[in-house]
């Protein structure tokens, strides 16, 4: 660990930044079929008895042969024992330190202060190559899988799992846009090695429904696409708790309205929205609700099955 920054979430300062640069920066063309997610506006007011404590770290990843931020969110008081762990993944042109903003953490401490089960976010950096190998010596699906659940324990996290879970492994994902897509690829690795994770969820997700389109992101070929699109197997998710969440004006609403019919969530809305910060502030609450809802679930089997 290379640098180690300990903040107070909610406090004034930070919410005056957070919220200046969290509305700004979204300068893409509209043929972009992905464009970056905005920060989700940080809120004017925060009653402080729901502000929470978080820490934002350098570690090194040997998975993606470089160091990367470790962020972690913690309900108010910063106890980690016994809480389970939701991965956050980012979306294009993003970091971890997308979940620590000031707007995400106001709906984080809204959501536990009004009785939702907590939870402790953590989020990692990625990169851009939707969360899976595609430069050489930059794999961020493995060091999701493997070096994740290390630096967890190290930090007392995810250390009393339910049954079905090793100590260390995340009971959930969650990802916006790329992140989004990259949470289904997550979720079905972790199937794939019989820890599945309780419930996973995608906001705005970067799916698409043509090669055409996907060739113009970090894929090595159309059968790398294949391989890695939730579309193509959306089938072995079958029993797992999912939720999805898209825009009715956002690029992805045609393929999110798709993976909805395929994969028959336990959550598929379609709402009012675009692929911005002030769609996600609208449909977040009811994703951290979601996840709440089974975060302190047992496992469930690698066929779909609650076993805890």
Known sequence: MLSRRRFLLGSAGALGVAGAVGVGGLLVGQDDPAPPPQRIPAPRRRPV?????????????PARGRRVRLVTVLPPGGERA??????????????????????NRGLLGDAWARGVP??????????????????????????LLEE?????????????PAS???????????G???????????????????RPVRAVAAVSPG????????????FAGEADWVAHDPLRFAGELAGLPTGVWCGDRDPFVDAAR????????????????????????RVLPDVITFLGRHAHDGAVSAGGRRVG
């Open 258 to 281: 798709r993976y909805i019919a395929l994969a028959r969530p336990e959550v598929g809305a379609i709402s009012p929205g675009r692929h911005d910060g002030v769609y996600y502030a």
């Open 82 to 103: 016994g809480l389970p762990v939701c991965l956050c993944l980012h979306g294009l042109r993003g970091n971890g330190t997308w979940f620590s903003g000031a707007g």
């Open 207 to 218: 799916l698409f429904t043509d090669w055409r389109v996907a060739a113009r992101r970090p």
């Open 49 to 61: 008895a729901t502000d929470a404590v978080g820490t934002v770290e350098w570690v090194d990843s």
């Open 176 to 194: 916006i846009s790329m992140g989004g897509a990259g949470a289904l690829v997550y979720a079905r690795e972790r199937m794939r090695r019989r």
């Open 118 to 143: 907590p939870f402790a976010v953590v989020a990692v950096d990625g990169g851009d190559s939707y969360w899976h190998p595609y430069t050489r010596g930059d794999d961020p699906l493995r060091m």
């Open 148 to 160: 994740v659940p290390v630096w967890l324990r190290d930090r007392g996290l995810a250390t009393t």
């Open 164 to 174: 079905g879970d090793l100590p260390g492994e995340p009971a959930l994902a969650m």
